[in-house]
Nanobody, 125 residues
Framework: QVQLTESGGGLVQAGDSLRLSCAVS????????MGWFRQAPGKEREFVAA????????SYADSVKGRATIFRDNAKNTVYLRMDSLKPEDTAVYYC??????????????????WGQGTQVTVSS
C-alpha cells in the first residue's frame, strides 16, 4: 500500500519559518518526482513546489518563489518543504504528491498519482 504522510504543520506567526515533511512508503521513491500543493479554505488546490527524481531540479509557484525550498532525502524516503517569511495567505492544507517516472507537467494535479492526507498550516498576523 502506498502511503504519503505529511507532518510539520501547525500554527505560526507571520514572518516565521516552517518545515514540512512527507514520508513515503510502498513506492519506489527514488524514481518518482515529488510535489507540494496546497488548498486554502474556499479555494482550489494549487501548485506550490516540485522536485525531480534526482533532487536537482526544482520548480516553484510565483506565490512562494524566494520563500520556499523543496528537497528530498531518498535514503529516508522523505520529501521536505521549507517555507520562510510565512504570510497569512500561506494558510492552507499542504499536500505532498508523487509523480510517476516519465510523467511530464510538474504543476498539474492530474499528473500525480499518489497523495497524502495533508497537514494544516495556519499563519496568523
Amino acid at each position: 500500500q502506498v502511503q504519503l504522510t505529511e507532518s510539520g504543520g501547525g500554527l505560526v506567526q507571520a514572518g516565521d519559518s516552517l518545515r514540512l515533511s512527507c514520508a513515503v512508503s510502498g513506492l519506489a521513491f527514488s524514481t518518482y518526482a515529488m510535489g507540494w500543493f496546497r488548498q486554502a479554505p474556499g479555494k482550489e488546490r494549487e501548485f506550490v513546489a516540485a522536485l525531480n527524481w534526482s533532487g536537482d531540479g526544482t520548480s516553484y509557484a510565483d506565490s512562494v518563489k524566494g520563500r520556499a525550498t523543496i528537497f528530498r532525502d531518498n535514503a529516508k524516503n522523505t520529501v521536505y518543504l521549507r517555507m520562510d517569511s510565512l504570510k497569512p495567505e500561506d494558510t492552507a492544507v499542504y499536500y505532498c504528491a508523487a509523480r510517476p517516472p516519465g510523467r511530464m507537467g510538474y504543476a498539474k494535479e492530474g499528473n500525480y498519482d499518489y497523495w497524502g492526507q495533508g497537514t494544516q498550516v495556519t499563519v496568523s498576523s
